[in-house]
């Protein structure tokens, strides 16, 4: 790392200066990677059916060549079911795996992803970068966008380099960092010019781009003019202090390059009122009255089919503008329990982030101490109009990426992002749809798609090798595995997907990266019995 990257005093530090002065560290780093094998000078994947992540339907059966971590041949050898001689087909490697009757995919990105929130700290001792990285890789995440960049931009660049130089076993990182200029989190951004010379400061140091939460209207349109000049791409969370002012129809216009969650759409939907209808005791820093209200907006918009609704589609479409919807990260607005008794908490929660999880008065997404069927209702039938909209901006050619934006609201690292996966299913994607957006489609969004996001010569060796074909259900892609009764002994089984993670030419294996996050969850437990487990 060079010495600008590491300077805790430059830009991109701010939020963690903060954090830190309140109690809440950085997580601790990864430092050596534990894991994975390779990348080898020539790796061969044998006899696999193909699914490329471009919407293609897969195809068999193939074998992949790897050289130095770049895939730099596919070759058809043979017909399904039916193999060519060895001698028609390409020259042996220093390492092979037998594909026949697997599936190799692209490895996928979460365009919204946090590695860890030093707000975690408050509620015990705080799981390490290794827990998140590992997590991720066993769910088949090989390229995250992080965004916010709370642990530091510094921090940050240093995880992302040792990321790609293969010293960690961790995903692509892509860092953006936060644009300080909202009231309630941390303002120190006051005039246009002020915004511009940070941005410009934040790409000397190397960050890949920033995630707003919005700004009073002048700065957020001169900072997106000066990302668009420096290069620098960008998403928001049209927060519900600043959204009032500009909606995200009024940021894709002025150049914004992702919508994060769905604050602001129902707001460039409404056609009879400029501001949502709160109730006089509503308060904003009250986390329950902040989520219970946000699960009213789509009622109070445009509804479907209604010249409103198709204007603001349109306008959207034209701009080439993309959503990242995130609807996992909410699910347990909707349906508190489910979400709260998931398969996975047992094994795989870390203590410390099943606490922070908990009903707490002023913990962030810990608002459970009044949830009720009436709040689950709203939210259902927010749903319902969001992931409408949604699949409709699909259907007429925008682009949909998959995000996860886990750490809070009962949503794990890795296996809320697999639970994104089903939800933009239930909006109505196909899976080959969803896997799209997974891979080739992510890959776009972030500019980064000639190197990943789809299987062809001349991009980096970031894929799947799945035991069953995903696209049959993804559920079998959980780190659990899918509920199953095997009706030849009448015995439950628990049968997973995915079985190596190749990340930059390093095979993962699945199987070691679950031991190793079920034993870091069992230690945090012992080593603080006082809190809460599932």
């Known amino acids: 790392m060079t010495a600008h990257q590491d300077d805790t005093s430059g830009v991109g530090e701010e939020r963690i200066r903060k954090l830190n002065a309140a109690g809440m560290p950085a997580l601790e780093k990864a430092r050596d990677r534990d894991r994975g094998a390779g990348p080898f000078k020539r790796m061969v994947l044998r006899g696999a059916t193909i699914i490329d992540g471009t919407g293609a339907p897969p195809w068999s059966p193939a074998d992949i060549v790897v050289e130095d971590g770049r895939i730099v041949a596919i070759e058809k050898v043979g017909l399904p079911r039916k193999l060519a001689a060895d001698a028609r087909r390409p020259a042996a490697g220093d390492h092979e795996i037998d594909c026949r009757g697997k599936f190799v995919t692209p490895g996928f990105i979460d365009c919204h992803a946090h590695i860890g929130v030093p707000y975690h700290a408050l509620s015990g001792p705080m799981a390490p970068a290794d827990y998140v990285f590992k997590l991720w890789l066993a769910h088949g995440v090989t390229t995250v966008r992080e965004m916010g960049s709370f642990n530091g931009l510094g921090w940050t660049l240093d995880q992302k380099a040792r990321s790609q130089a293969n010293e960690i076993a961790a995903p692509r990182i892509l860092a953006y960092s936060y644009f300080p200029a909202v009231n309630d989190m941390l303002k120190i951004i006051h005039t246009p010019d002020q915004g511009r010379e940070w941005l410009r400061a934040l790409k000397a140091r190397g960050a890949d781009g920033v995630k707003f939460f919005g700004a009073p209207p002048a700065i957020m349109e001169a900072a997106l003019d000066e990302c668009r000049t420096l290069g620098l791409r960008s998403g928001c969370h049209h927060a519900q202090q600043a959204v009032t002012r500009m909606s995200t129809m009024t940021s894709a216009r002025w150049g914004l390059t992702s919508q994060e969650h769905y604050y602001g759409l129902a707001e460039s939907l409404f056609e009879n009122r400029i501001i949502q209808d709160y109730t006089p005791d509503y308060d904003y820093g009250d986390e329950y009255f902040r989520f219970s209200f946000a699960g009213q907006t789509f009622r109070q918009a445009a509804q479907p089919g209604s010249a409103k ?218 080593a603080s019995p006082e809190l809460p487990v599932p």
Request: aromatic share 14%; hydrophobic share 40%; net charge negative.
């Open 309 to 526: 609704w198709n204007d603001v589609m349109d306008e959207f479409l034209e701009l080439g503008f993309t959503f990242v919807p995130t609807f996992s990260i909410y699910d347990a607005n909707r349906d508190l329990m489910r979400t709260r008794r998931a398969d996975w908490h047992r094994d795989y929660t870390y203590a410390s982030l099943w606490n922070f999880y908990q009903p707490d008065g002023g913990g962030h997404g810990s608002y459970w101490h009044r949830w009720s069927t009436t709040n689950e209702v709203d939210w259902k039938q927010n749903y319902r109009l969001w992931m409408q909209f949604i699949n409709e901006f699909k259907n007429r050619g925008g682009r949909v990426c998959t995000g996860s934006d886990s750490g809070f609201i009962f949503q794990t690292f890795g296996f809320g992002y697999i639970r994104e996966l089903e939800l933009l299913q239930e909006a109505g994607f196909t899976p080959l749809e969803v896997l799209r957006a997974a891979t080739i489609q992510g890959a776009e969004l972030l500019d980064i798609d000639d190197e990943v996001g789809s299987i062809e010569v001349g991009k980096a060796a970031d894929l799947l090798i799945h035991d069953q074909n995903p696209l049959a259900d993804f559920k079998l892609l959980y780190g659990t595995g899918a509920m199953r009764l095997n009706q030849e002994n009448n015995k439950v089984e628990w049968p997973r997907a995915l079985r190596y993670t190749i990340r930059n030419g390093v095979v993962y294996d699945v199987d070691e990266l679950l031991a190793d996050i079920r034993e870091m969850v069992a230690e945090s437990r012992a």
